[in-house]
């Protein structure tokens, strides 16, 4: 198989980075489908990148004309048989618990055509803890895009030991296609490159404020100013979602069961309280139409 076999495209979940993962797909010229099992949030993908697709036309990063031909392209579905019966190339991006996506793997296994590539969106959870309830384990692989996915040019190409010289080389081939660097891993690692330096400044940010040490936003500045980050540790957990690294690290601490794996008391309260960030108008900090101010 090589990229030329590669046609369609399915992206499995429409939240916030599904239905922009799709998006790319259909820009780079393959057919696209998104599913969701809810209505709801197909409908809310669309809203989603009518929007954000017509600010690309506004500042003229897209014609009209290219952008009615990439929604030409671009299905939604809440029929998984339809998504991936007759696919090439799979990327999952449901939420970040194991369980639930070893649940769904099995499934498109079962669906999907048999010379079908199954790639993970995940942000934490290697490949080869999901390729075992596959019969396909020398084609499923780590595709980790980063929010938003139709900004951020990175993706994070991560192989297991079962994963092919292929599936790594077809994958690629797919990033190149859609217009994102794709950065080939050899060796599996919890939260690989980008977000292994990054939970590890998040962690010590929330030990930071949690200990009384220093305000959140305080800590916020510093990371900016002093070390020239565009955003703070928890301006970017909200533009994330909060939830995300929740389910992120209390998946690795069911793993491990090192208490410094367990989620901070302040995220597990917010994810309690349902203030998640940006996508629920109110995470560290408050969001509102006239811009975001501190809680």
């Known amino acids: 198989m090589n990229i030329q076999d590669v046609k369609h495209i399915s992206v499995l979940g429409a939240g916030s980075m599904g239905h922009q993962i799709a998006m790319l797909c259909a820009l780079g010229g393959f057919s696209t489908t998104i599913y969701d099992i809810q209505e709801k949030a197909l409908e809310q993908a669309k809203e989603a990148l009518d929007f954000q697709m017509g600010k690309w036309v506004q500042k003229g990063k897209i014609s009209q004309e290219g952008l009615d031909q990439a929604f030409a392209r671009l299905s939604f579905t809440t029929n998984l048989e339809g998504a991936v019966g007759n696919t090439d190339f799979v990327i999952e991006a449901v939420v970040e618990k194991l369980d639930v996506k070893r649940e769904l793997f099995a499934v498109v296994d079962r669906l999907a055509p048999p010379h079908a590539i199954l790639a993970s969106n995940s942000s934490t959870i290697a ?114 979602g909060i939830d995300v690294g929740y389910y992120a690290l209390a998946e690795k601490y069911k793993e491990t069961g090192n208490e410094e794996d367990k989620p901070s008391a302040s995220l597990e309260e917010k994810v309690k309280a349902g203030t998640l960030g940006r996508k629920t108008g109110k995470g560290w900090y408050e969001y509102e139409k006239t811009g975001v101010k501190a809680k």
């Open 127 to 240: 490949s080869s803890k999901i390729a075992d309830v596959t019969r396909r384990p020398e084609k499923v692989c780590n595709m980790h895009f980063f929010f938003p996915a139709l900004v951020m040019d990175c993706v994070e190409v991560v192989m297991s030991e079962t994963t092919s010289e292929e599936t790594a080389a077809v994958t690629l081939a797919v990033c190149e296609k859609i217009n994102r660097t794709g950065v080939l891993l050899r060796k599996e690692t919890w939260g690989f490159i980008a977000n292994r330096l990054l939970f590890a400044l998040n962690n010590e940010a929330l030990k930071l404020y949690e200990e009384g040490i220093c305000d959140y936003k305080d800590i916020d500045t510093i990371v900016k100013k002093a070390l020239n980050h565009p955003m703070g540790p928890f301006e970017l957990m909200d533009l994330s």
